[in-house]
């Protein structure tokens, strides 16, 4: 059984730890970001809670009356649980309607942190197959060989074109028209865009 818990500003992490060592199970959602530091002059991964002063607890499978309450709001860091006129209400476990329970929800906050979804870092996109490990790679995600392509920059704007290679230095080699002959054209990947095949 899953309920919500205040903690005091900026606590987070006094609380979870005292929850834990009480014996009680808990979560809180992170997200992962980069910043780029110009002093190091590199990118330096953060991570900030995405819903501060939260905690979810999971108090085992007991009835609301057999909770210890008492050894919760007493762990330093605890503000309060959340409910209704002074009592602790749980997360539904039952979907109103065609919806979800909130402990569906939950899960599923769990299940895409678990894929990184809320990671924003090089690792993070690399792990959902955002981007390559090195630009020819990403390029050739983006583009595949046999894309059709619209050039839309430079010399040859607004002519069209098939993807042939990706060189090693991530640029395209577009097979496009040029008065009548297939002629081969190396571009930037900024320089094209991809044209929806009908389907």
Known sequence: MWFVIRTNVKCEEK???NL???GFGT???WQR???WNRKKNCHIVHERRIVPRYLFIDVGRVAVDEVPWGVIRACEGVECVLGVSGRPVPLSDRAAGKGFSDVEKLQAIME???QHVFDETREGKLFRRE????KKETTRMKF???TKVRINDGPFAQFSGEITNVTG???LQVMTSIFGRLTPVEMEPSQVEAIASAA
């Open 144 to 146: 595949p060989a046999g």
């Open 131 to 134: 981007i390559g490990k090195t």
């Open 112 to 114: 895409a942190e678990a």
């Open 169 to 171: 230095k991530g640029m």
């Open 33 to 35: 970001f980069e910043k």
């Open 15 to 17: 609380a979870e730890r």
């Open 20 to 22: 834990r060592a009480a």
């Open 27 to 29: 979560y809180a959602p």
